[in-house]
T-cell receptor
Framework: NAGVTQTPKFRVLKTGQSMTLLCAQD?????MYWYRQDPGMGLRLIHY???????AKGEVPDGYNVSRLKKQNFLLGLESAAPSQTSVYFC????????????FGQGTRLTVV | KQEVTQIPAALSVPEGENLVLNCSFT??????LQWFRQDPGKGLTSLLL?????REQTSGRLNASLDKSSGRSTLYIAASQPGDSATYLC???????????FGPGTRLSVLP
């Protein structure tokens, strides 16, 4: 009963390095989301996907790219990390019927130095 | 643009008290509203989901109400326990969007 799994859980990057965060869900959900959570800012949507092969920008997309090649996976990429991207990143998934709750992963704590 | 606020920002109560957390949203065109719980360093756990056509939902000691026309929701916690200590977030899903807009949360401490 995994739900939403994020990999890795922690990471420290140097400015300019790149990395990919992986989100996997086993609930056959169509919708997937990437949020970042910062003190005093709450959770803000970075990118989202309404189905395999589709992606769309959220509130704070700059500096990030995403891909949804498989329905169960949603990848978040940072091409050139900046200290401003230090944050906790959460992935979520939900059903398009909107009649059931959204499920969140445990988060990835990223520090860019 | 939908904006969600939560009052109070923090709350400290003795064990056994009943308490109310408040959530307000600016655009009443919502599809549903969810209350989440977040423990320190952890992810979000969904507590209650209220569809826009519903007035309230209950789960154990938790009761959430929704007044869509006035843009308000409340989360009522009965007989609070130290294990209820966490941050409580509300989030709304708009009719026309495919994402959740979150409030900043209420940090609850229940003292033994």
């Amino acid at each position: 009963n995994a739900g939403v799994t994020q990999t890795p859980k922690f990471r420290v990057l140097k400015t300019g390095q790149s990395m990919t965060l992986l989100c996997a869900q086993d609930m056959n959900h169509e919708y997937m989301y990437w949020y970042r959570q910062d003190p005093g800012m709450g959770l803000r949507l970075i990118h989202y996907s309404v189905g395999e092969g589709t992606t769309a920008k959220g509130e704070v997309p700059d500096g990030y790219n995403v891909s949804r090649l498989k329905k169960q996976n949603f990848l978040l990429g940072l091409e050139s990390a900046a200290p401003s991207q230090t944050s906790v990143y959460f992935c979520a998934s939900s059903s398009p019927t909107r009649s059931t709750e959204a499920f969140f992963g445990q988060g990835t704590r990223l520090t860019v130095v | 643009k939908q904006e969600v606020t939560q009052i109070p920002a923090a709350l400290s109560v003795p064990e056994g008290e009943n308490l109310v957390l408040n959530c307000s949203f600016t655009d009443s065109a919502i599809y549903n509203l969810q209350w989440f719980r977040q423990d320190p360093g952890k992810g979000l756990t969904s507590l209650l989901l209220i569809q826009s056509s519903q007035r309230e939902q209950t789960s154990g000691r938790l009761n959430a109400s929704l007044d869509k026309s006035s843009g308000r929701s409340t989360l009522y916690i009965a007989a609070s326990q130290p294990g209820d200590s966490a941050t409580y977030l509300c989030a709304v899903e708009s009719d026309y969007g495919q994402n959740f807009v979150f409030g900043p949360g209420t940090r609850l401490s229940v003292l033994p």
